[in-house]
């Protein structure tokens, strides 16, 4: 039987080449007369945000810059951001990055509207009122952190990840520009591609899947499987980058309708205790959640295979299935994810990483009734694997 769906996604968005030049337009229709900038210091350093400021600039929009942003934001920078918005009296949010401003940027906006600390905010729709105005520029394909109801911040006294899914913190104004994304390096644009693979996969498969999720989720899938090899290699083709930015987009709008599972809950882990970039936890978690997944769905890992662009003629659907899992494997090592054996993973931490694990948010979306063991077999099998594999 049909249920209500409720669909979640910015009211303005803007996307293709040159969409950030159009933000002062939408600022402007906003009311908006001062703006708190959160981003990165790398993207200051390497002219991307004053791409951004130049737009500004031009609009006559006053803003002031907060870029103490982490790779995997903090309670801190949210706390450090939400100071700058009240005594700079800023009255709306402009956030330039992938998903670390984005999400650091959403946890300003709710506090400065709710009040108290963000910790008291994990979990699913705890604040009251919607977050101030937020303009969200995206400048990578993958967390789509612009276009959705989640947001993740580390809590540095429990050394954990806090998700939290919450309406209001739903950006005014998404921007995706691929043009912001040109020249990215290499690895960078794996890890964010592989990100929004896994968001895409996710998204398809879990319990909560419905159709225009399914719909979202597969175009992303085949977006991807076309395009994200060749960002990698030439980091200045547009259309390869155009594709990518579309492809993280609707991936975005499909997981944040309908949840994600466990390779975000155990990569949630690896951020926050070793300090590993989410895409690289994603990516190289991906392959060994999907074949435990793929057991109880072998019909959606078969229309995954053909998605990314395998021949599964003739093949059983469970044979069709493992198709998709061996295409997620060459691509991790096309693209030169490293292995689990190569970052700062420790084998004495599984136990407490999959109890960790097991009681994020993402966990209950799963596709695939999952414990605490089948977790710590899982990190043991994405160690032990790879690292007997050659160097």
């Known amino acids: ?79 450090d951001g939400l100071k700058v918005y009240q005594t700079s009296s800023c009255d709306g949010i ?71 899914v919450d309406p209001n913190s739903l950006a005014t104004v998404a921007v995706n520009d691929p043009e912001l994304m040109l020249g990215k390096p290499a690895g960078l644009t794996a890890a964010t591609g592989m990100d929004a693979l896994t968001h895409a996969i996710e998204a398809y498969i879990t319990k909560g899947a419905f159709r225009l999720s399914d719909t979202l989720a597969l175009e992303a899938i085949k977006l ?55 895409g690289v936890a994603n990516a190289l978690l991906l392959p060994f959640v999907s074949e435990y ?26 044979e069709a299935s493992q198709q998709a899992i061996t295409a997620l494997k060459e691509m991790a090592e096309k693209l030169q994810i490293p292995k689990l054996a190569e970052t700062p993973f420790k084998p004495e931490d599984i136990e407490r990483l999959s109890e960790q694990a097991f009681a994020d948010v993402c966990t209950g979306g799963n596709p695939k009734t999952v414990t605490v063991p089948d977790i710590m077999a899982i990190f043991r099998k994405a160690y032990e694997v790879e690292a007997l594999e050659p160097a």
Request: glycine share 10%.
């Open 1 to 79: 039987m049909e249920t209500v769906r409720r669909i979640y996604w910015p009211a303005i968005n803007l996307i293709g080449p040159g969409a950030v030049r159009d933000i002062g337009i939408e600022i402007k229709k906003l009311g908006l007369r001062r703006l708190l900038l959160v981003t990165d210091k790398v993207l200051r350093a390497v002219g991307i945000v004053q791409k951004v400021t130049d737009v500004l600039d031009n609009a006559g929009i006053s803003y002031v810059i907060f870029d103490d942003v982490k790779p995997n934001p903090t309670t801190r920078n949210v706390k």
């Open 94 to 164: 402009v956030s330039v990055g992938g998903g670390s401003p984005q999400d650091a940027a959403k946890a300003i906006g709710i506090l400065f509207t709710n009040g108290g600390d963000i910790t008291q905010y994990e979990g699913i729709g705890k604040s009251m009122k919607k977050s101030v105005p937020l303009i969200a520029v995206n400048t990578t394909a993958g967390t789509a952190s612009e276009v959705t109801i989640n947001y993740v911040i580390t809590d540095e006294v429990r050394k954990i990840k806090m998700v939290i």
């Open 224 to 278: 991807i499987g076309e395009s994200l090899e060749t960002a990698v290699q030439d980091g200045k083709n547009l259309e390869a980058r155009s594709k990518m930015a579309w492809a993280s987009y609707i991936a975005g709008l499909s997981f944040s309708n309908c949840g994600l599972g466990i390779v975000h809950s155990m990569a949630h882990q690896l951020g926050s205790e070793y300090d590993l970039p989410h």
């Open 293 to 318: 997944n793929a057991e109880v769905c072998p019909e959606k890992f078969r229309n995954i295979a053909i998605a990314l662009g395998r021949d599964v003629e003739g093949l059983t659907v469970e």
